[in-house]
């Protein structure tokens, strides 16, 4: 009994060290701390960079399982793979991947790649990969793509067979359809075109305007008109009229508009209305009696749209009544807040302001978040100063201030409330990096990490953070695409953030501010305003070019520059040196100060004269009934120049409070 128990001790001690044994080897290779993890991680990326893409695969091969960086460093060993050659490995880790990391976000793309993977060697697999994108995620990009793959699975399986399932080509037509459908500019849809025009069936005539609609997207314009002559005008007048424009067949697109007009706009998207009108008015003789005939033959569907246009284009003396009539005539249309706005400034400029005050209140009550709020309010706030009612005017551009901090009426109501009578506040900002946006995210949060890894094109492929991914193209030196996703998504936030908020640094991002600040010192130009001149002129693209030729940071015209160079000896020796920043700020900042020193350093009138020239400014000065700057900028003719300095001077105004050195 003793041997025995002897022998079960010994027994029992070789298990528990047999466990101890395998617990420490779990231990040492799949545990490891975060900082380990990070290196070899970080060390992967530089090989993969340097295409050791075999080094590369063997290092993320060792990132820990326990790390939430495993699924991530699981696809970039199939990117390996395939950069090596090997589908057999690259297949192997997308199926690691999406087998057993179901609810990362890379996962679905895995299953994706596998399934393309397997289109032509297992169809069948492939088939099975797509369907279950196709259910289990039906409203992403994958499960379009996927129903344009399964249509080409089933084609590649009976092309070359004598029998062909008329039920078959029904079920592959279905799939290419819903395709064009969805993506009609996707990356896929002029291949599902073609291959649906293989199937050898008749075509219905929605499906030829489908196929039309995508030829014209990609700019295809002849395969595009011989796809819609076998569809029905009804539907495709619209479209036929911006191919044929786009074909320069400006007699049949102002035969098509006017018809289509009449007869069709019940079938035809307004956005499409829209168009057919501006392409009408580009082609025509008299833009004035154009409008009026177009808007005497439209039927009501997208006749607001024309109404308001009309009302633009009429004179001083009837643009009131126009105004009112299209208010009365559609207040609920797309432009019955345009036409409310206007009505009310129309009563500020004739001192009624009884019914200024009326009309705005209204406005504000049924319109508080339109475009045009800010300027009811701010305006509110100008009659009752102008009728010395100090609490009413201070309440209207605290709450302008409050409800709409980012406007350009925000930083014209900040001066009228200091009582400042010129528009450049002389104030310095202060340099700040651009910074996630998020600054309280986890250091153990995986979208952390990626960031600091510089995993860019991974965490594009997780977030759906539109600052969060512009971030990335900050991060990759793609400014102006980093600062129109930030501005597209904080247009969608309200209330607004605070100043502080750091996503405010990708929507006005410091960019070339050192060569800005040193050539606006040079001549007496405002830095920040300079500053807001270049973001609203190029984005901060310095390869940027105009449709007219304007080109780089500041949008100077080859000839402007070359004379303003020549003047200067600023060495200007071909326009496409005016895509190097330095020189292009250098010129665009000398052409500025002497378009404000022509007009009295007046800023305003510079920055007008700037977009729409400073023969325009003196017209307009001499001709418009203005009170002060305000009533001067509401009535620029031309919306273009009136927009572009409104846009110019709320950019300045976000620069200092975003960024003001306090």
Same mark, same amino acid.
């Given at each position: 009994?003793?041997?025995?128990?002897?022998?079960?001790?010994?027994?029992?001690?070789?298990?528990?060290?047999?466990?101890?044994?395998?617990?420490?080897?779990?231990?040492?290779?799949?545990?490891?701390?975060?900082?380990?993890?990070?290196?070899?991680?970080?060390?992967?990326?530089?090989?993969?960079?340097?295409?050791?893409?075999?080094?590369?695969?063997?290092?993320?091969?060792?990132?820990?399982?326990?790390?939430?960086?495993?699924?991530?460093?699981?696809?970039?060993?199939?990117?390996?793979?395939?950069?090596?050659?090997?589908?057999?490995?690259?297949?192997?880790?997308?199926?690691?991947?999406?087998?057993?990391?179901?609810?990362?976000?890379?996962?679905?793309?895995?299953?994706?790649?596998?399934?393309?993977?397997?289109?032509?060697?297992?169809?069948?697999?492939?088939?099975? &990969?797509?369907?279950?994108? @196709?259910?289990?995620?039906?409203?992403?990009?994958?499960?379009?793509?996927?129903?344009?793959?399964?249509?080409?699975?089933?084609?590649?399986?009976?092309?070359?067979?004598?029998?062909?399932?008329?039920?078959?080509?029904?079920?592959?037509?279905?799939?290419?359809?819903?395709?064009?459908?969805?993506?009609?500019?996707?990356?896929?849809?002029?291949?599902?075109?073609?291959?649906?025009?293989?199937? +050898?069936?008749?075509?219905?005539?929605?499906?030829?305007?489908?196929?039309?609609?995508?030829?014209?997207?990609?700019?295809?314009?002849?395969?595009?008109?011989?796809?819609?002559?076998?569809?029905?005008?009804?539907?495709?007048?619209?479209?036929?009229?911006?191919?044929?424009?786009?074909?320069?067949?400006?007699?049949?697109?102002? &035969?098509?508009?006017?018809?289509?007009?009449?007869?069709?706009?019940?079938?035809?998207?307004?956005?499409?209305?829209?168009?057919?009108?501006?392409?009408?008015?580009?082609?025509?003789?008299?833009?004035?009696?154009?409008?009026?005939?177009?808007?005497?033959?439209?039927?009501?569907?997208?006749? +607001?749209?024309?109404?308001?246009?009309?009302?633009?284009?009429?004179?001083?003396?009837?643009?009131?009544?126009?105004?009112?009539?299209?208010?009365?005539?559609?207040?609920?249309?797309?432009?019955?807040?345009?036409?409310?706005?206007?009505?009310?400034?129309?009563?500020?400029?004739?001192?009624?302001?009884?019914?200024?005050?009326? @009309?705005?209140?209204?406005?504000?009550?049924?319109?508080?978040?339109?475009?045009?709020?800010?300027?009811?309010?701010?305006?509110?706030?100008?009659?009752?100063?102008?009728?010395?009612?100090?609490?009413?005017?201070?309440?209207?551009?605290?709450?302008?201030?409050?409800?709409?901090?980012?406007?350009?009426?925000?930083?014209?109501?900040?001066?009228?409330?200091?009582?400042?009578?010129?528009?450049?506040?002389?104030?310095?900002?202060?340099?700040?990096?651009?910074?996630?946006?998020?600054?309280?995210?986890?250091?153990?949060?995986?979208?952390?990490?990626?960031?600091?890894?510089?995993?860019?094109?991974?965490?594009?492929?997780?977030?759906?953070?539109?600052?969060?991914?512009?971030?990335?193209?900050?991060?990759?030196? +793609?400014?102006?695409?980093?600062?129109?996703?930030?501005?597209?998504?904080?247009?969608?936030? &309200?209330?607004?953030?605070?100043?502080?908020?750091?996503?405010?640094?990708?929507?006005?991002?410091?960019?070339?501010?050192?060569?800005?600040?040193?050539?606006?010192?040079?001549?007496?130009?405002?830095?920040?305003?300079?500053?807001?001149?270049?973001?609203?002129?190029?984005?901060?693209?310095?390869?940027?070019?105009?449709?007219?030729?304007?080109?780089?940071?500041?949008?100077?015209?080859?000839?402007?520059?070359?004379?303003?160079?020549?003047?200067?000896?600023?060495?200007?020796?071909?326009?496409?040196?005016?895509?190097?920043?330095?020189?292009?700020?250098?010129?665009?900042?000398?052409?500025?100060?002497?378009?404000?020193?022509?007009?009295?350093?007046?800023?305003?009138?510079?920055?007008?004269?700037?977009?729409?020239?400073?023969?325009?400014?003196?017209?307009?000065?001499?001709?418009?009934?203005?009170?002060?700057?305000?009533?001067?900028?509401?009535?620029?003719?031309?919306?273009?120049?009136?927009? &572009?300095?409104?846009?110019?001077?709320?950019?300045?105004?976000?620069?200092?409070?975003?960024?003001?050195?306090?």
């Amino acid at each position: 009994m003793t041997e025995m128990n002897n022998k079960l001790k010994i027994t029992i001690g070789l298990s528990i060290i047999g466990v101890c044994f395998i617990v420490g080897f779990l231990f040492a290779y799949v545990y490891q701390p975060d900082e380990k993890t990070m290196q070899i991680y970080s060390s992967a990326m530089k090989d993969y960079a340097n295409k050791d893409y075999q080094n590369s695969y063997y290092l993320f091969s060792r990132v820990s399982f326990l790390s939430n960086l495993k699924p991530f460093a699981i696809y970039h060993q199939a990117l390996c793979a395939k950069e090596l050659g090997d589908k057999k490995s690259e297949m192997k880790q997308y199926q690691l991947l999406f087998n057993n990391y179901t609810k990362n976000k890379l996962s679905l793309r895995a299953k994706y790649l596998a399934a393309q993977m397997f289109v032509e060697d297992e169809p069948n697999q492939a088939k099975k &990969y797509f369907e279950q994108i @196709i259910n289990e995620y039906p409203h992403t990009d994958y499960a379009i793509a996927s129903e344009y793959y399964l249509g080409i699975i089933m084609l590649n399986k009976y092309k070359n067979r004598k029998i062909f399932p008329v039920s078959v080509k029904d079920d592959i037509e279905m799939c290419f359809r819903h395709y064009l459908e969805k993506a009609p500019q996707g990356r896929l849809a002029l291949n599902a075109v073609a291959n649906w025009l293989t199937l +050898d069936k008749e075509i219905l005539k929605d499906d030829y305007l489908l196929m039309a609609k995508s030829y014209y997207l990609f700019g295809d314009y002849e395969n595009a008109r011989r796809m819609l002559e076998n569809s029905d005008l009804k539907d495709s007048w619209a479209l036929d009229a911006k191919n044929s424009y786009a074909l320069k067949n400006y007699d049949r697109a102002k &035969y098509l508009i006017p018809y289509g007009l009449q007869n069709y706009v019940q079938y035809t998207d307004v956005s499409d209305i829209y168009d057919v009108v501006d392409i009408y008015l580009k082609i025509s003789n008299s833009k004035t009696e154009d409008i009026d005939y177009l808007y005497n033959i439209s039927m009501p569907k997208g006749k +607001d749209y024309i109404w308001n246009l009309k009302c633009q284009a009429a004179s001083a003396d009837y643009q009131a009544g126009c105004y009112s009539q299209l208010y009365l005539n559609f207040p609920n249309g797309m432009f019955a807040s345009e036409a409310l706005a206007n009505l009310f400034f129309d009563k500020i400029k004739a001192k009624d302001y009884e019914n200024a005050l009326k @009309i705005g209140r209204d406005f504000l009550v049924k319109f508080e978040n339109d475009n045009n709020a800010p300027m009811v309010m701010f305006w509110l706030g100008k009659i009752a100063e102008r009728q010395n009612n100090y609490d009413d005017y201070m309440s209207y551009y605290k709450s302008t201030i409050a409800n709409y901090p980012d406007t350009y009426y925000a930083y014209r109501a900040y001066l009228s409330m200091k009582h400042i009578k010129t528009s450049i506040l002389n104030a310095y900002i202060k340099e700040q990096p651009v910074e996630y946006p998020y600054p309280n995210v986890s250091k153990k949060d995986v979208i952390f990490k990626l960031a600091e890894l510089k995993d860019y094109d991974l965490m594009m492929e997780i977030t759906e953070d539109d600052f969060v991914k512009s971030w990335i193209y900050y991060q990759k030196g +793609d400014y102006s695409h980093s600062m129109l996703i930030a501005r597209d998504a904080m247009e969608k936030i &309200y209330p607004k953030p605070e100043r502080t908020d750091l996503r405010w640094r990708l929507v006005y991002p410091i960019d070339f501010y050192e060569e800005i600040q040193k050539y606006a010192h040079s001549v007496g130009n405002d830095a920040p305003l300079m500053l807001a001149l270049v973001r609203e002129e190029s984005y901060f693209n310095p390869d940027a070019t105009s449709s007219v030729g304007a080109r780089g940071l500041m949008q100077l015209m080859p000839a402007t520059a070359k004379e303003i160079s020549a003047h200067y000896g600023y060495g200007l020796m071909s326009e496409n040196d005016l895509y190097k920043p330095e020189l292009n700020i250098k010129i665009g900042n000398t052409y500025y100060a002497q378009l404000r020193s022509m007009l009295n350093n007046l800023d305003i009138s510079a920055i007008a004269a700037y977009n729409g020239g400073i023969g325009s400014i003196g017209r307009w000065k001499k001709n418009l009934n203005y009170a002060d700057t305000d009533e001067f900028v509401e009535q620029i003719p031309y919306s273009e120049t009136k927009n &572009y300095v409104k846009k110019v001077f709320r950019s300045y105004w976000n620069y200092l409070r975003i960024y003001i050195d306090e």
